[in-house]
């Protein structure tokens, strides 16, 4: 479980790599910077017109195996782009691609046939792996075929960002239906050549930085090593040595020792809390990410498939896909009267049967199953994702979310129980109206009701072996970690990591494929989308669209790194008297309409650090790895974009968490002791417990709680570890200490000294002197001699 559930990353041992440029693959159109980390080309075209153009993002910085994403928009209707990844010392018309069996799977170039969105710009996303292999230590070269499958296998070819550059060539194809490899050779007038630029492997960081040892939930498995790799360098570069977990391993290890710091995106998590009972600790904002809906889906016009990379929820539709109450857009009518709609969003009412073109009136009973069934297509899914004519939307949803605590779960599912119903506007054919008309519809079903209620008639629940078995979302609230609804279906699953969730997604929405394919459906009308509730950056790193969810302000937001910086205006902090939101966490409002383009769950990655004296270079490294985190984050990575799915974190943040760090970090107070010797003075750590045990006075590790009196690594001053609410920097900040138990104080009248190795033989010295004075004494005082020098000479007696 262990190996499935939790992915070490060495963090610092990279440094980031400038784009290289494209060689000699194709006199294709130059590759610009997207103004992120993409890299953008278009095509030549016909003047007055938009021209082809394709993006790929992120196109630096990558890490093996990780997606990006290509998109395409302005291609004409009808046709078809290539997309291949290829070495760019090879032929320039017909260079050697990436074909064949790599890392347990078959890859080669990928056919997306563009989709019909006029309104768009025919805007057509797929995602591709890139993998990083190098030449010169034993590996295996890439398996590869020329591009036009002229010769078939030629040698093989490496991909770094050394001597062995990479691309990926995007190539038009006139119509679709190709055979994926033979089509056109490349040229300037069809391809693109978008050159990739990887993370370096080894080397960046200097010997000298300090390791610490970290454990972070998945929100910040990607964020770590591009912070560390862009500031180790630094005067005051750390590197840190982190394993991506769930959140209870992370305040398991946390609390027990077994790192020094732990990063989390659920600190309001109950369990959590629990697991670090009678651990002084605070919560240092970090990162700023999306609790996104990924996806995958395709559509078709009965012959060729279309992925879908736009889709829009509401809060009702998330509750019915998470509870497998929605398998389908329209699911079905139930044959026994008063035949009620089953498995499906229905929008009838509040629309009205009468009102709409064609629906069949039911004077008699017997025509009311057949009136039902019409109303079927009047569904949220369908009509807030409308297609073209003659192409069929995905109707057959699978649902894939993590077993593991998470704050993706925790927040989904407070965002399911706390959303508002907002009205959204369709489009619908009305009795006497010649072209559409548009409505606002309210949702008759609500988020809670659908998450508490548990599916009637679903192929997931309840299960087979427990058909009597309670609801697993009995109330309404958080949950980290998602109850399992225990059914065995193909469209339904549960993982330890973001990795297994998007497996299982690939594999139900594209057959394992990087697009959907028409023999993967059961039939060519019935295209299938799966999705999963995880991180934005896990989503975007394993090439998952995200959907956009409805926000309070009625409008459907995708977690870009814009719509997060608008979100982070949503968030306040904690307040004191609120005891089920942390001290130093932050809250969101759901309902706040003042930023209508916000996404509406964001996701607040904390570092959890101990408020217990360290020493002091210990403290110094903890606060300079986390102010180098916390400045990337704002920056937005500075000179290097943020990885793909974080938003910078705004100067509020930012502000708040420098003063936290100052506040919740604390060195070990230094004592001042003067030599024998000389007279001079020298400085030292002094103890922060006694000889009956530190832990019976709550300082330290055991459970020590730092009041964030400003005490300084250097300071001479004890600080006091009463409990408190508050590190002092006020509730503006957002700062804080947590411990479940009052800890001791200390007398103030006490000065506690370490002594170390040398001094600790000045005790046994005094002790032997004063044995040896308590012998030498007598015999000076009764000697006879010493008694008549002692009486004098020469004198009256």
Same mark, same amino acid.
């Given at each position: 479980?262990?190996?499935?559930?939790?992915?070490?990353?060495?963090?610092?041992?990279?440094?980031?790599?400038?784009?290289?440029?494209?060689?000699?693959?194709?006199?294709?159109?130059?590759?610009?910077?997207?103004?992120?980390?993409?890299?953008?080309?278009?095509?030549?075209?016909?003047?007055?017109?938009?021209?082809?153009?394709?993006?790929?993002?992120?196109?630096?910085?990558?890490?093996?195996?990780?997606?990006?994403?290509?998109?395409?928009?302005?291609?004409?209707?009808?046709?078809?782009?290539?997309?291949?990844?290829?070495?760019?010392?090879?032929?320039?018309?017909?260079?050697?691609?990436?074909?064949?069996?790599?890392?347990?799977?078959?890859?080669?170039?990928?056919?997306?046939?563009?989709?019909?969105?006029?309104?768009?710009?025919?805007?057509?996303?797929?995602?591709?792996?890139?993998?990083?292999?190098?030449?010169?230590?034993?590996?295996?070269?890439?398996?590869?075929?020329?591009?036009?499958?002229?010769?078939?296998?030629?040698?093989?070819?490496?991909?770094?960002?050394?001597?062995?550059?990479?691309?990926?060539?995007?190539?038009?194809?006139?119509?679709?239906?190709?055979?994926?490899?033979?089509?056109?050779?490349?040229?300037?007038?069809?391809?693109?050549?978008?050159?990739?630029?990887?993370?370096?492997?080894?080397?960046?960081?200097?010997?000298?930085?300090?390791?610490?040892?970290?454990?972070?939930?998945?929100?910040?498995?990607?964020?770590?090593?591009?912070?560390?790799?862009?500031?180790?360098?630094?005067?005051?570069?750390?590197?840190?040595?982190?394993?991506?977990?769930?959140?209870?391993?992370?305040?398991?290890?946390?609390?027990?020792?077994?790192?020094?710091?732990?990063?989390?995106?659920?600190?309001?998590?109950?369990?959590?809390?629990?697991?670090?009972?009678?651990?002084?600790?605070?919560?240092?904002?970090?990162?700023?990410?999306?609790?996104?809906?990924?996806?995958?889906?395709?559509?078709?016009?009965?012959?060729?498939?279309?992925?879908?990379?736009?889709?829009?929820?509401?809060?009702?539709?998330?509750?019915?896909?998470?509870?497998?109450?929605?398998?389908?857009?329209?699911?079905?009518?139930?044959?026994?009267?008063?035949?009620?709609?089953?498995?499906?969003?229905?929008?009838?009412?509040?629309?009205?049967?009468?009102?709409?073109?064609?629906?069949?009136?039911?004077?008699?009973?017997?025509?009311?199953?057949?009136?039902?069934?019409?109303?079927?297509?009047?569904?949220?899914?369908?009509?807030?994702?409308?297609?073209?004519?003659?192409?069929?939307?995905?109707?057959?949803?699978?649902?894939?979310?993590?077993?593991?605590?998470?704050?993706?779960?925790?927040?989904?599912?407070?965002?399911?129980?706390?959303?508002?119903?907002?009205?959204?506007?369709?489009?619908?054919?009305?009795?006497?109206?010649?072209?559409?008309?548009?409505?606002?519809?309210?949702?008759?079903?609500?988020?809670?009701?659908?998450?508490?209620?548990?599916?009637?008639?679903?192929?997931?629940?309840?299960?087979?072996?427990?058909?009597?078995?309670?609801?697993?979302?009995?109330?309404?609230?958080?949950?980290?970690?998602?109850?399992?609804?225990?059914?065995?279906?193909?469209?339904?699953?549960?993982?330890?990591?973001?990795?297994?969730?998007?497996?299982?997604?690939?594999?139900?929405?594209?057959?394992?494929?990087?697009?959907?394919?028409?023999?993967?459906?059961?039939?060519?009308?019935?295209?299938?989308?799966?999705?999963?509730?995880?991180?934005?950056?896990?989503?975007?790193?394993?090439?998952?669209?995200?959907?956009?969810?409805?926000?309070?302000?009625?409008?459907?937001?995708?977690? +870009?790194?814009? &719509?997060?910086? *608008?979100?982070?205006?949503? $968030?306040?902090?904690?307040? @004191? !008297? #609120? /005891?089920?939101?942390? =001290?130093?966490?932050?809250?969101?409002?759901?309902?706040?309409?003042?930023?209508?383009?916000?996404?509406?769950?964001?996701?607040?990655?904390?570092?959890?650090?101990?408020?217990?004296?360290?020493?002091?270079?210990?403290?110094?490294?903890?606060?300079?790895?986390?102010?180098?985190?916390?400045?990337?984050?704002?920056?937005?990575?500075?000179?290097?974009?943020?990885?793909?799915?974080?938003?910078?974190?705004?100067?509020?943040?930012?502000?708040?968490?420098?003063?936290?760090?100052?506040?919740?970090?604390?060195?070990?107070?230094?004592?001042?002791?003067?030599?024998?010797?000389?007279?001079?003075?020298?400085?030292?750590?002094?103890? +922060?417990?006694? &000889?009956?045990? *530190?832990?019976?006075?709550? $300082?330290?590790?055991?459970? @020590? !709680? #730092? /009041?964030?009196?400003? =005490?300084?690594?250097?300071?001479?001053?004890?600080?006091?570890?009463?409990?408190?609410?508050?590190?002092?920097?006020?509730?503006?900040?957002?700062?804080?200490?947590?411990?479940?138990?009052?800890?001791?104080?200390?007398?103030?009248?006490?000065?506690?000294?370490?002594?170390?190795?040398?001094?600790?033989?000045?005790?046994?010295?005094?002790?032997?002197?004063?044995?040896?004075?308590?012998?030498?004494?007598?015999?000076?005082?009764?000697?006879?001699?010493?008694?008549?020098?002692?009486?004098?000479?020469?004198?009256?007696?």
């Amino acid at each position: 479980m262990v190996l499935a559930v939790a992915t070490l990353t060495a963090v610092g041992t990279s440094s980031w790599s400038p784009l290289h440029s494209a060689t000699t693959a194709g006199a294709s159109p130059a590759c610009q910077s997207d103004g992120s980390s993409g890299c953008t080309a278009t095509l030549p075209c016909p003047g007055g017109q938009s021209c082809p153009t394709v993006d790929v993002a992120p196109a630096t910085s990558l890490s093996d195996g990780q997606y990006v994403f290509i998109k395409a928009s302005d291609f004409p209707s009808g046709d078809t782009i290539r997309i291949a990844v290829c070495s760019t010392l090879t032929s320039a018309g017909d260079p050697s691609c990436l074909d064949g069996q790599w890392e347990s799977n078959q890859w080669g170039p990928v056919q997306v046939p563009i989709t019909v969105n006029a309104a768009q710009g025919n805007l057509t996303q797929a995602a591709v792996p890139i993998f990083f292999d190098q030449s010169g230590e034993g590996n295996s070269p890439l398996p590869a075929h020329d591009i036009t499958n002229t010769r078939g296998i030629v040698p093989g070819f490496y991909c770094d960002d050394s001597s062995d550059p990479c691309a990926i060539e995007v190539t038009e194809e006139t119509g679709v239906g190709n055979v994926v490899g033979n089509g056109p050779a490349d040229s300037s007038s069809n391809t693109t050549v978008l050159p990739l630029s990887f993370a370096a492997q080894n080397g960046g960081c200097p010997t000298s930085d300090t390791q610490i040892q970290t454990d972070s939930s998945f929100s910040l498995e990607h964020f770590l090593p591009a912070a560390v790799d862009s500031t180790c360098t630094g005067s005051k570069g750390e590197v840190a040595l982190n394993t991506a977990t769930d959140t209870e391993t992370v305040a398991s290890d946390f609390a027990s020792g077994g790192v020094q710091l732990g990063f989390v995106d659920d600190p309001a998590d109950a369990s959590q809390e629990a697991t670090l009972q009678g651990k002084g600790f605070a919560y240092i904002p970090v990162a700023v990410s999306g609790t996104a809906v990924a996806m995958l889906a395709g559509e078709s016009d009965g012959e060729t498939a279309f992925p879908v990379s736009h889709y829009n929820l509401t809060p009702n539709m998330v509750a019915g896909l998470l509870t497998s109450e929605y398998q389908t857009d329209q699911g079905s009518v139930s044959a026994v009267s008063p035949y009620p709609f089953q498995h499906a969003d229905n929008l009838v009412p509040p629309l009205n049967c009468a009102s709409l073109v064609g629906c069949p009136a039911a004077p008699k009973k017997k025509q009311i199953l057949a009136q039902r069934t019409y109303e079927l297509r009047y569904n949220s899914f369908d009509l807030l994702n409308p297609v073209s004519a003659g192409i069929y939307p995905p109707n057959e949803f699978g649902s894939y979310n993590s077993n593991v605590p998470n704050g993706s779960s925790y927040q989904a599912t407070d965002w399911l129980c706390n959303a508002p119903d907002v009205a959204f506007p369709v489009s619908i054919d009305e009795v006497g109206q010649s072209t559409p008309v548009t409505v606002s519809v309210a949702d008759p079903t609500s988020a809670p009701a659908t998450l508490t209620t548990a599916p009637t008639g679903s192929s997931v629940w309840p299960p087979g072996s427990d058909p009597g078995a309670a609801w697993v979302y009995p109330t309404c609230h958080a949950y980290s970690t998602l109850p399992a609804l225990a059914g065995v279906s193909n469209d339904y699953g549960e993982a330890q990591s973001p990795a297994l969730q998007a497996k299982s997604m690939r594999t139900y929405a594209y057959g394992g494929n990087s697009v959907p394919s028409v023999s993967d459906y059961q039939n060519a009308s019935s295209p299938q989308a799966a999705f999963g509730v995880m991180d934005s950056s896990e989503a975007s790193f394993y090439g998952l669209n995200t959907a956009s969810v409805q926000n309070a302000a009625g409008n459907f937001e995708a977690p +870009t790194a814009e &719509s997060l910086e *608008a979100a982070e205006n949503n $968030l306040s902090p904690c307040p @004191s !008297t #609120d /005891l089920s939101c942390p =001290t130093g966490t932050y809250q969101v409002d759901y309902t706040s309409t003042a930023n209508p383009t916000a996404y509406p769950m964001p996701d607040l990655t904390y570092a959890v650090v101990p408020t217990g004296p360290q020493p002091a270079a210990q403290a110094t490294a903890e606060a300079d790895l986390l102010t180098n985190l916390v400045t990337f984050s704002h920056n937005g990575g500075g000179s290097l974009a943020l990885p793909s799915g974080y938003a910078p974190l705004s100067d509020a943040l930012y502000q708040a968490a420098l003063t936290d760090i100052a506040n919740d970090i604390v060195a070990e107070p230094t004592s001042t002791v003067k030599s024998s010797s000389n007279g001079a003075t020298s400085t030292a750590p002094s103890s +922060t417990g006694s &000889s009956s045990g *530190a832990s019976s006075t709550g $300082l330290g590790e055991s459970g @020590s !709680t #730092d /009041l964030g009196l400003g =005490t300084s690594p250097t300071s001479s001053a004890l600080p006091l570890s009463t409990a408190s609410p508050s590190s002092g920097s006020g509730s503006d900040s957002g700062s804080g200490q947590n411990t479940a138990v009052a800890a001791s104080t200390v007398p103030t009248n006490f000065i506690l000294v370490s002594l170390d190795s040398a001094a600790r033989l000045l005790l046994p010295a005094i002790v032997a002197l004063a044995l040896g004075c308590l012998i030498v004494g007598p015999m000076l005082l009764f000697a006879p001699a010493l008694r008549r020098r002692r009486r004098g000479t020469g004198g009256a007696p």
